[in-house]
């Protein structure tokens, strides 16, 4: 295999995607610096793709508006273990109090850590057959029907739950 340094530019990965799928509008970028960031790629002898691996580093790509809108954190408190596992079994009522639970959340500007994306794909069996069957339709969930599930349960787990005890 041949490994090469790369400059993967994403103005023009952003013209490739559906609009839908575009993470970045124009004007996320900062003007003034190149909107590519930094990769190797590993050929096999056939110029296939083997492994790609990349690092990304928001801050110097993204406006200071686009940081603040986009990447500020919120850091809350940490739900009870004991509760978690119970949602974990199954357990309705703590999943009630779990999504009814108002963490005491602060909101911060990332650490610069935080907005580094690194990441590393391989790619192999090349050649090799395969044979997919697409599931029945009434199998497949799009996004917005899981919210809309999830939210849906959360509301009755929550008129489910139990009344708090009246105050003497």
């Known amino acids: 295999m041949t490994r090469f340094g790369v400059d993967l530019d994403l103005d023009a990965l952003q013209r490739a995607l559906p609009s839908?799928?575009?993470?970045?509008?124009?004007?996320?970028?900062?003007?003034d610096v190149p909107h590519s960031f930094p990769a190797k790629v590993w050929l096999d002898r056939q110029g296939r793709l083997r492994k790609l691996t990349y690092r990304l580093d928001l801050a110097t790509l993204l406006t200071?508006?686009?940081?603040?809108?986009?990447?500020?954190?919120?850091?809350c408190d940490d739900p009870d273990p004991a509760l978690l596992k119970k949602v974990e079994a199954g357990d309705k009522t703590a999943m009630a109090t779990l999504f009814s639970f108002e963490p005491d959340c602060t909101e911060r500007p990332p650490?610069?850590?935080?907005?580094?994306v690194e990441g590393s794909v391989e790619m192999s069996g090349y050649g090799t057959p395969l044979s997919v069957t697409a599931p029945p339709g009434a199998e497949v969930m799009t996004s917005e029907r899981f919210e809309e599930l999830m939210e849906a349960e959360a509301a009755a787990a929550l008129r489910a739950m139990p009344a708090p005890p009246k105050r003497p």
Request: hydrophobic share 40%.
């Open 111 to 116: 650490r610069p850590e935080e907005l580094v």
């Open 64 to 75: 200071d508006v686009a940081l603040k809108a986009d990447y500020v954190v919120e850091e």
């Open 20 to 31: 839908e799928d575009r993470d970045f509008d124009a004007y996320d970028f900062k003007a």
